[in-house]
């Protein structure tokens, strides 16, 4: 369920990109990150308006600070945002700095496997 | 991510905290939504089943697709204020995806602000919905 928006996302930006016929360059990149963002907080959204209806007898019968749930869903979907969002925005600067970002991409890689 | 900041932007100082800022006023955006969205689930809960549609449908219309000067008027407007919309303007204009690298403080201190009243009226409606819910 949390890597859900990464998945949205792409289709999103699949189903997008060939409609317009852009690239599949820098622009594809920045339109998947606000793609990412908007994804997870329809997530969050879209899970939080079920949480009455999941939790109604709980809530009627146990003494507990409920808003807490809430939080602690959204700090795990947060978490996964956040991984990939790092991930992406290093890519974007990467692109920003080199003509072919996966030469840097797996420069990295390839030095952070041999040290 | 320091060092990647410092060739795109003259400031790298910048890029990293304007990201910063954003990651957390995100974070309160999504907490204080979440809570809003659950009260008004309980109330509307049939909200479920249009909510992935019309969020879709935003999706669409947000600056994530429609942007540049071609964009008519009317959906300029709602783009200001529609929260999701602004959020993802904010995040562009942290990591500088469609221009220069802007410090999202106002968004920042909106999602405080919206945060610290949603946080007060979920404390005094939570229970009182538990009961008619």
Request: with cysteine; aromatic share 16%.
């Amino acid at each position: 369920m949390v890597v859900w928006p990464f998945v949205q996302a792409g289709g999103f930006l699949l189903a997008f990109s060939i409609i317009r016929g852009g690239g599949f360059g820098q622009s594809l990149l920045v339109t998947y990150l606000g793609v990412l963002v908007w994804s997870t907080s329809a997530l969050v959204i879209t899970a939080s308006a079920a949480f009455f209806a999941k939790n109604a007898e709980l809530i009627r019968h146990l003494v507990f600070p409920f808003h807490l749930i809430v939080a602690t869903e959204v700090n795990v979907k947060y978490l996964f945002f956040l991984v990939q969002a790092v991930v992406g925005v290093v890519f974007l600067l990467f692109t920003e700095q080199t003509s072919n970002p996966f030469e840097g991409i797996l420069g990295l890689f390839v030095f952070l496997l041999g040290s | 991510m320091f060092l990647l900041f410092t060739e795109q932007t003259s400031n790298p100082f910048e890029g990293i905290l304007g990201l910063f800022v954003f990651l957390l006023g995100s974070y309160l955006l999504l907490l204080a939504l979440a809570w809003l969205f659950s009260l008004i689930g309980a109330v509307v809960p049939d909200l479920v089943l249009a909510l992935p549609a019309l969020l879709t449908l935003l999706l669409a219309l947000s600056p994530v697709f429609q942007f540049g000067s071609s964009v008519p008027t009317a959906l300029q407007i709602f783009n200001e204020i529609n929260p999701l919309s602004i959020a993802v303007d904010s995040f562009y204009g942290a990591v500088g995806a469609r221009g220069e690298v802007e410090i999202p403080w106002l968004f920042a201190g909106g999602c405080l602000i919206f945060f610290f009243v949603v946080r007060v009226g979920v404390r005094k409606i939570y229970r009182e919905l538990a009961k008619i819910a």
